[in-house]
């Protein structure tokens, strides 16, 4: 089987079009495709929302058929109903069907069965699987009770039971701490070194980096193929990393993005990473340019755009701080906050304050109590001891005036599915008691900030994940708060819609709101002015981005990227507790 | 604070008219189960199947015959011959009832004797069984007086002469269809209200609603506005149903039925969004709505009488908004009852709705996670 695969290319598509029917508008997601898979590597797939991503690794896996053009899996052209071919694919989908109440050593029993495998084989088989992705002494938990990471290892176990020579990937990463998604991409490595060919689609460039070879889809079409160095290797000599005497970050970072010259700016330790054009951009005075090497970020940026096309008008969302007042200053202050579900502690002792204007990040682990902690600020769930202030306040026990002063955003963008982006809007200007003009002003800023306005009357439902995620903050935003509450407000977006939403937080902040943010993304961290650690409901460590780092410095690693540093971090506090349970 | 409560109920509105499966839900199975309940559900029989194990030769059991035979309610299916042919009949359902007549009965009639008719019957759906039995003993009663009349023994001492009050001819559409007004008023305003909060919680909007000013009793007016309203426009429906298309006579006063309706749809609402404020997903939602609903319609009065149940499920029913209910819409379609006539059915739904919606809003803050 390994010196057939070798030889002919697992997968290869021929002018692939796919059309799907949404309503009465046909969307053409794939459009006039072709690929060939190089055989034994891991291929990574990369694009924006809607770029084609999932439509194509489900007609690799046999579940769609395409409108036009031909699929040749193993230069043979099966389909579905080849049970041959079918045997010889593992195919993950983005939420893998995990059955929740059964426990991991019967999910695995379950999936062994379904796929046919003799009970002698099967218990092999998961052996070593449970020994790969370290689920052993999880056998006896419940699907539903693994954590994020583990759910995730568990699925590519339940992909993985029959060795298949093609693995297909759908983000395996997505909504998975960095720990985690460091274990799954070793499983994924020790796939490759035993010959199975890999695509996985992801929208983390750290991943990208690490692949053999990158496919970059955009509408339907393929952009480029080949390896990491064929992205990154024309953009040599054109990115630097900036820093500035005394200018913040933040600041650096939007006089850089409006440079002309300069096609993109990001905040990355230590300084601003730019992007420029073929011509060189003169250094302006306090300004330290220094030469970097291209990342895949930048190549991505390169031949997408920077997203929100540089500039994000953002409109005085609040007003400016007031002068005298003592505690202006702090504005959200929490002392040893502790919450108890049951005999189950999820969040012990925490303390620290955030500043006004601060851009607040809290990190962690899943299941570190990040959420938790975010309910109890806003006062959706009660602390089981402690204190809490914000904006001077218990939210517990505060009235709807209080309230009216926060903005929040939580996860999965809470928006009514069926109703339209317009009523959405209107919904949430009048449940913040706004009324007749101010509605309308509110409104209308909102569809022209955040450019909703073609999006108007499509049900929230029916939006790209983008636009749902703009929706969001702009139903949040509608009553010009001045603290803000982010909940993974990245999470499953794309690279480029990331950092859109990130140039509209850092021009909030600039403008005096409070953000506070939980993220799954380190590089996401450095945006951040001030952060705290979270692991196992503990506060690990807070501090600026750079103080975070610095703690995580050792001899054999003196310059730790954050996500080192929090995987680092972790695992100190984490690993006598690992091994313990 | 009303242009919070009108916000949020105009959402609930469009969230559920815009969706077409929930828009059919509203319209759809209300109307089917109007149909199925006022057509096909009736405590009457008609062509009742029975037969014949017929062994006098005289012209008396004929004539006893002949007026099965003329009567609606019967229909024969066999005529038997010999003992061994009744048991299979009723085994296989082929007859309900089997009427034996011996071979002296007019022999024994005409020498003034009595002259005894058995009747087997199937038992197995009792109800049905004393139905049927009741309209075989009128058949012979009717019977009895006509031979003693013709054949001159004098009449019997005494005779019962009945009159069914409020449905004279004790019709069972009549006791049912009213019954069904409030049935449904209650699934559908349930069905409203008891997801409208999971569904939230599901998608996570309610977190959503709970940060914005709102205060807890506005979000519970907010959620019981549409309900109510649906409950309301639902209910007159099926009620001008009953009177314009299934004849039930309307006799009380149509402000005593609207008084009713509204504190009754206050109280299901109110334990609508119960148990809705209980439930984490829709799923729960709709299986707690259900949970209810079972126990509440066997408990209500709707097709068993109350006052037949013992004393421990009777007391359980002082809790069931339909209970009350129900008297009122009989109430005011049969017994001709006004406000006054039904005040004592108004306090305990009242005390109903305030004690579930209290629940409710309680209910909201409480149950996060």
């Known amino acids: ?581 | 604070m009303p242009a919070r409560i009108w916000a949020l109920a105009v959402k609930e509105f469009l969230a559920i008219l815009r969706d077409k499966k929930s828009r059919f839900v509203l319209i759809g199975p209300p109307l089917i189960q109007l149909l199925v309940f006022g057509y096909a559900a009736t405590f009457d029989l008609h062509h009742i199947p029975y037969a014949v194990y017929n062994r006098d030769p005289g012209f008396a059991s004929r004539e006893l015959l002949g007026d099965f035979q003329g009567s609606r309610a019967f229909r024969r299916v066999a005529t038997l011959t010999r003992d061994g042919q009744i048991a299979p009949l009723i085994d296989r359902e082929k007859a309900l009832l089997v009427l034996q007549i011996g071979p002296r009965f007019t022999e024994d009639l005409l020498r003034h004797r009595p002259a005894p008719v058995q009747v087997i019957i199937d038992g197995r759906d009792s109800n049905t069984a004393t139905i049927a039995l009741d309209y075989v003993n009128s058949i012979l009663l009717a019977f009895d007086a006509r031979w003693a009349r013709d054949h001159h023994w004098g009449r019997p001492p005494t005779q019962l002469v009945t009159r069914a009050w409020f449905n004279p001819n004790l019709r069972s559409r009549w006791f049912i269809v009213p019954g069904i007004v409030a049935l449904l008023t209650l699934v559908v305003t349930l069905l409203v209200t008891g997801l409208s909060v999971a569904r939230e919680r599901e998608q996570g909007t309610f977190d959503q609603l709970l940060v914005t000013p709102m205060t807890p009793w506005e979000i519970l007016a907010g959620k019981a506005l549409p309900g109510i309203l649906v409950g309301a426009v639902e209910g007159t429906f099926i009620t001008l149903m009953a009177v314009f298309w299934f004849g039930v006579p309307f006799l009380g006063s149509v402000l005593a039925l609207a008084v009713g309706m509204l504190l009754f749809l206050l109280a299901a609402v109110g334990v609508g969004l119960m148990i809705s404020s209980l439930s984490t997903t829709q799923q729960q939602g709709l299986l707690g709505v259900f949970l209810f609903l079972v126990p509440a319609i066997i408990l209500s009065g709707f097709a068993t009488p109350i006052a037949n149940m013992p004393a421990a499920v009777r007391v359980l029913t002082y809790a069931n908004p339909l209970r009350y209910f129900l008297v009122i819409v009989r109430g005011a379609f049969l017994e001709g009852d006004g406000l006054r006539a039904l005040g004592s059915q108004y306090w305990p739904l009242a005390i109903i709705a305030g004690l579930s919606m209290t629940a409710a809003a309680w209910l909201f803050r409480r149950r996060l996670r």
């Open chain 1, 1 to 581: 089987m390994v010196a057939e695969t070798t030889l002919t290319s697992p997968l290869r598509l021929e002018g692939v079009r796919k059309r799907f029917q949404r309503g009465k508008e046909s969307v053409l997601a794939l459009d006039g495709l072709d690929l060939d898979l190089a055989p034994g590597q891991v291929t990574g797939l990369l694009g924006p929302d809607g770029a084609g991503k999932t439509t194509l690794l489900r007609l690799a896996a046999g579940l769609l058929r395409p409108s036009e053009g031909r699929v040749f899996l193993f230069g043979r052209e099966g389909g579905a109903e080849d049970k041959d071919l079918q045997v010889r694919i593992g195919y993950m989908p983005q939420r893998f069907g995990l059955y929740e109440d059964l426990t991991v050593q019967e999910n695995l029993d379950l999936y062994s069965d379904l796929q046919g495998l003799d009970p002698e084989q099967a218990r092999h088989r998961q052996d070593e699987l449970l020994t790969l992705t370290a689920l052993g002494p999880f056998g006896k938990r419940r699907a539903g009770a693994l954590s994020g990471g583990m759910k995730q290892k568990l699925g590519l176990a339940c992909a993985l039971l029959r060795a298949p020579p093609l693995l297909l990937l759908d983000e395996p990463t997505v909504g998975v701490d960095p720990i985690a998604r460091r274990e799954l991409w070793e499983i994924v490595q020790g796939l490759r070194a035993a010959g199975t060919t890999v695509l996985m689609s992801t929208a983390y460039f750290d991943e990208a980096e690490r692949c053999d070879s990158l496919v970059l889809l955009h509408q339907g079409r393929l952009l480029r193929q080949g390896s990491p160095e064929r992205f990154t290797e024309p953009l040599r000599g054109r990115c630097y990393r900036v820093r500035h005497a005394d200018e913040r970050r933040r600041a650096l970072r939007e006089s850089l993005q409006q440079r002309p010259g300069v096609r993109d700016a990001r905040i990355v330790a230590d300084g601003v990473r730019v992007l420029t054009g073929p011509e060189p951009v003169t250094p302006e005075a306090g300004e330290r340019w220094e030469p970097m090497p291209p990342t895949f970020e930048d190549a991505f940026v390169d031949l997408l755009g920077s997203g929100g096309a540089g500039s994000v008008a953002t409109a005085s969302a609040a007003s400016p701080v007031s002068v005298g007042d003592a505690a202006a200053e702090t504005v959200v202050e929490v002392k040893e906050l502790r919450k108890c579900f049951g005999r189950y502690e999820a969040v012990k002792s925490s303390t620290f304050t955030v500043r006004r204007g601060e851009i607040f990040g809290l990190l962690g682990a899943n299941g570190a109590g990040k959420t938790t902690t975010f309910r109890m600020l806003c006062g959706l769930l009660p602390p089981s001891g402690g204190s809490l202030r914000v904006a001077g306040v218990d939210m517990r026990r505060a009235g709807s005036t209080a309230r009216a002063r926060l903005g929040y955003v939580a996860q999965k963008f809470a928006l009514y599915g069926n109703l339209s982006v317009d009523q959405n809007l209107a919904f949430f200007a009048a449940a913040y008691d706004l009324g007749g003009p101010a509605r309308r002003a509110a409104m209308a800023r909102a569809r022209e900030e955040f450019q909703l306005a073609p999006y108007g009357a499509v049900n929230a439902d029916d939006l790209p994940l983008g636009i749902k995620q703009r929706l969001a903050l702009a139903c949040a935003l509608l009553h010009e708060p001045t603290i803000l509450f982010l909940d993974e407000p990245t999470s499953g977006v794309d690279p480029l819609t990331r950092r859109e939403f990130w140039q509209r937080i850092n021009a909030l902040a600039a403008q005096g709101v409070t953000v506070l943010i939980t993220t799954h993304f380190m590089d996401e961290a450095e945006y951040c002015d001030r952060l705290v650690l979270m692991s196992r409901g503990a506060v690990l460590a807070q501090g600026s981005p750079t103080e975070l780092r610095t703690l995580a410095q050792s001899p054999d690693r003196p310059d730790p990227s954050m996500e080192e540093a929090f995987i680092q971090l972790i695992e100190a506090h984490e690993s006598p507790l690992r091994q313990a349970s």
